[in-house]
């Protein structure tokens, strides 16, 4: 086992060089610089620009400037953001717990209405429901989450009035960040009424960046469901004369999972890639929205460093549902 | 233990803040985070709203919902008769803001003045630099050219400050008025320094102005309570809150739904939907701004005016307007600067609509092709290049000229635009920073600005003799007939293509009063009253 993990762990370090490469030179391969994106319409005198070059470093060759910035980042230093003047770690961590929290949310709901509708699609198959709902998960697959964000803002908040149109918890409520969870720092407060509304501006960011993920654990589910309820042992469960009820739920559905549960950890990138635009049109302050602002701003420190942070996260959960896999199914280990 | 005070403290300022509830707040749904609460270190017009607009005030300001300039901080200045000297006559009794961070021990004295400016170019001060942020530019300070014409700022008295200038330079006042000639806290200053901790002097702002700073969750909501001690009177609403919300579409549906009172820029598009609301307001006003298109004079046959007339003729402007700018509307140029601006020649008339006309001059001159510049951005002066670019290729096509379409990303583009060498036609705009005339003339055709903002490459020695005797002469009558023989010059010489002054819109909830529309693109809260 450790050997596994060992071996799992070496096999990211590569990735992780490639990333701080692809990171530095992506950034650098958009038009424009950080300079001239500060200065606006103003523009800069020639001999300004040099000298603000010279400041920020940006003069050196780019081998220079990627060599000083993987030595930074071995040390911990992710840099200082060059528009807030704010170290890029300290921004991220303040950030992050609201682009978590809005992703737990996000996974909960897929979950909660994928798992039961693939199991009950792979049952019926072949039923109106199961027709409908693959052709469902398919729309919601493709659907343009900037769109479909607007959609139920324009409907649910506009036109009936359900719920906030966005941002995280209602403004009348000022709570001073304990973990940065705002639905438990209410329940830390004792402020049932802060946890209600941010629960309730939980609900339709979390049905949008849900979406995606929502469709691909229904049609997961079912094909592992098919795949289970072929299988002998659930003929034979049957033959005992077993319940449909007992069948499903004791025999096929725990050895159906396995396929669900890994699924569900490589969602993870999806929902990091999905809180970019929802975290942008749902005002909520997390890194998605945070790497688009700096993106726009040519802030290259932020958008590298940031970068590498999400990828980091993205890495550790993986190794996280590899070795949860081997723990479950000792065969991948062997393997 | 530390966890369980950290988690008491919290919990009585949310306690002592929950009472809050019940005052009158007004809630601005604001486009983009501020980069940080230093007006002098920033450059957007979010970050100016956040920062020096509530809680700093300066030596003078503009005239709420104007560009004239009115007493500040200072009560009164003269300006010696060789135009060098600005002597400035302190209000006295000015309170800096007392808030859990800070607690002033004495009131604004002629140091903070000194300091406010000393910090923006001395290298010596230890807010210049590193010590205090890292990769500290001052854009705006260097932008407007203060070190050029600034010689020294010296404390007279307590409530005396004197400026000494380089050369005479008349639009210096409306300089002073700008975000950056916020005043700061030297005490407040000094108090950081020896506490080693000067980066919180651009998260927990003090400063003279309407609103204090409470709080700031990053990238989410900015709290502001009224100023107690605001030397122009207590401001009616008690808080203030910035709710961030970039999208323009939710912040357009939150005004709707009563989740914020204020909110600025709306899509063109939604125009119509908040026009049909009763619930609110759609205010608008002709922005300080102008979109405009810079023919490089000095290639021929563009450094003929004849044919640079001839082209700007051929345009359909009052289609290319209406396409443009749809429901939004805009004003179509008469002269670079905005009808709104003192010394605007109404004289003054832009090249009519002459195809005919058009066509005769240009096969003359032999401009067969022309390069059209054209940008991915939105600006407020020009929300679609792209369209622009196509519907001026149509029009030219009508008259024998084949434009070709240049695309480069919008930091790209103006890098490219700005060179000497750049060919034919290239689309770009302003937005005023002070309300004075030579920010729009000297900044953007002044012979100097080539290479930098002069996108025409354009020096004309009667227009440049003109401004730059404006900029020298302190008595607006004076400077108003020169800008507008100035105007005269650049009609007939035509180095650009005008387009329009856009109108810039808020929507407001109509239980708001007092919101005023600025020109100047920032928005104010002092004088704004909310009824329940």
Partial sequence: MLRYL????????????????????????????????????????????????????????????????VGEVATGDFGVSISSKRPVLQEFKT?????????????????????????????????????????????????PIFWWGLLLIIFFSGYLGWTPVSGRMGLQFFLKPITGFMTIDSILYGKWDALRSALSHLILPAIVLGTIPLAVIARQTRSAMLEVLGEDYVRTARAKGLSAARVIGAHALRNALIPVVTTIGLQVGTLLAGAILTETIFAWPGIGKWMVDSIFKRDYVVVQSGLLLIALIVMAVNLIVDVLYAVINPRIRAA | MK??????????????LGGMANAKTLVYCSEASPANFDPGTTTGGNDFDASSRTVYSRLVEFKHGGTEIEPGLADKWEISDDGLVYTFHLHPGVKFQ????????????????????????????????????????????????????????????????????????????????????????????????KEGKMADFSTKPIGTGPFQFVDYQLDSVIRYAANPDYFKGKEKIDDLVFAITPDATARIQKVLAGECDVAPYPNPADIATIKA????????????????????????????????????????????????????????????????????????????YDPEAAKKVLADAGLKEIQLWASDRVRPYNPNFQRAAELIQADWAKVGVKAEIVNYEWTKYREEGKKKERPGAFQIGWTGDNGDPDNFF????????????????????????????????????????????AQEIFAKQAPAFLLAHSQVYAVVRNNVSGFKMDPLGIHRFDGVDKAE
Avoid at chain 1, 15 to 38: E, N, Q, S
């Fill in chain 1, 6 to 69: 060992l071996n799992k762990i070496a096999l990211l370090i590569p990735t992780l060089v490639g990333i701080t490469i692809c990171a530095f030179a992506f950034v650098r391969l958009l038009p424009g610089d950080p300079i001239l994106a500060m200065a606006g319409e103003h523009g800069v005198t020639p001999a300004r620009y040099e000298e603000l070059k010279e400041q920020f470093g940006y003069n050196l060759p780019v081998w220079e400037q990627y060599a000083r910035y």
């Fill in chain 1, 95 to 143: 950030l992050f717990p609201a682009t978590l929290e809005l992703s737990f949310f996000a996974m909960i709901f897929a979950m909660a209405i994928g798992i039961p509708a693939g199991i009950f699609a792979a049952v019926k198959r072949g039923s109106w429901f199961d027709q409908s709902l693959m052709g469902t998960a398919l729309v919601g697959y493709s659907m």
């Fill in chain 2, 3 to 16: 966890k369980t005070m950290t988690f008491a403290a919290a919990l009585l300022a949310a306690s002592v």
């Fill in chain 2, 98 to 193: 007392t808030t859990d961070y800070f607690k002033p021990t004495r009131d604004l004295n002629a140091d903070d003045v000194v300091f406010s400016f000393d910090r923006q170019f001395n290298k010596q001060n230890p807010w210049n630099g590193e010590k205090y942020l890292p990769n500290l530019t001052w854009d705006y300070y260097t932008g407007m050219d203060m070190p050029k014409y600034v010689a020294k700022w010296e404390k007279v008295d307590d409530l005396t400050v004197k400026l000494t200038l380089t050369e005479p330079n008349a639009p210096m006042l409306a300089n002073l008025g700008m975000d950056f000639a916020s005043i700061v806290s030297k005490e407040y200053a000094d108090q950081l320094e």
């Fill in chain 2, 277 to 352: 609301n009763k619930d609110v307001t759609l205010m608008d006003q002709a922005g300080l701004n102008i979109g405009y298109m810079s023919y490089n004079t000095t290639i021929p046959p563009l450094d003929k005016p004849e044919v640079r007339h001839a082209l700007n003729q051929a345009i359909d402007r009052e289609a290319l307007i209406k396409s443009l700018f749809q429901d939004a509307g805009a004003t179509p140029a008469q002269n670079l600067i905005p009808p709104t601006m003192w010394s605007w020649n109404k004289d003054v008339k832009f090249d009519s």
């Fill in chain 2, 442 to 485: 000297a900044t953007l055709f002044a012979c100097s600005a080539i290479g930098v903002s002069n996108y025409s490459s354009w020096c004309d020695k009667d227009f440049e003799d003109l401004i730059q005797k404006a900029k020298k002469t302190s008595d607006q009558g004076e400077r108003t007939k020169l800008y507008e023989q």
